[in-house]
C-alpha cells in the first residue's frame, strides 16, 4: 500500500508559480508512476502530468510548457512546478501512484489563482 501527502497549494495571482509535493510512504522507484490529477466541482478528475518509475513524463496539453513533473527518489516526493498560472488552472490537485495496477490517491490540495 502507498499513502501519499500533497501540499503547497494556495492562492496566486494569474502569472505566477506554485510548487505542489507528494510525498509518499514508500520507495516511488518501486511505483509503476506518479501523476497528479486535478479536479474542479462538477467536472471529472482531469490528468495533469505523469511521471514512470523510467522517467518518462506524459502532460495535458493545456499545461505544456507550463508545468513540470519531477521527483527526488531520496525523499520519496513528486513534485509538480506551476508556472504562468491561469484562473482555468483552479482547483484541487490530487497525487496518484500507480503500483502493480492499483491506484492510491492523496487527500488533494487546493489551487486557486486569482487577481
Known amino acids: 500500500q502507498v499513502q501519499l501527502v500533497e501540499s503547497g497549494g494556495g492562492l496566486v495571482q494569474p502569472g505566477g508559480s506554485l510548487r505542489l509535493s507528494c510525498a509518499a510512504s514508500r520507495n516511488i522507484l518501486r511505483v509503476d508512476a506518479m501523476s497528479w490529477y486535478r479536479q474542479v466541482p462538477g467536472k471529472e478528475r482531469e490528468l495533469v502530468a505523469s511521471?514512470?518509475?523510467?522517467?518518462?513524463?506524459t502532460y495535458a496539453d493545456s499545461v505544456k510548457g507550463r508545468f513540470t513533473i519531477s521527483r527526488d527518489n531520496a525523499k520519496n516526493t513528486v513534485y509538480l512546478q506551476l508556472n504562468n498560472l491561469k484562473p482555468e488552472d483552479t482547483a484541487v490537485y490530487y497525487c496518484?501512484?500507480?503500483?502493480?495496477?492499483?491506484?492510491?490517491w492523496g487527500q488533494g490540495t487546493q489551487v486557486t489563482v486569482s487577481s
Open positions: 496518484k501512484a500507480l503500483k502493480s495496477f492499483t491506484n492510491y
Open positions: 511521471l514512470t518509475s523510467g522517467g518518462s513524463t
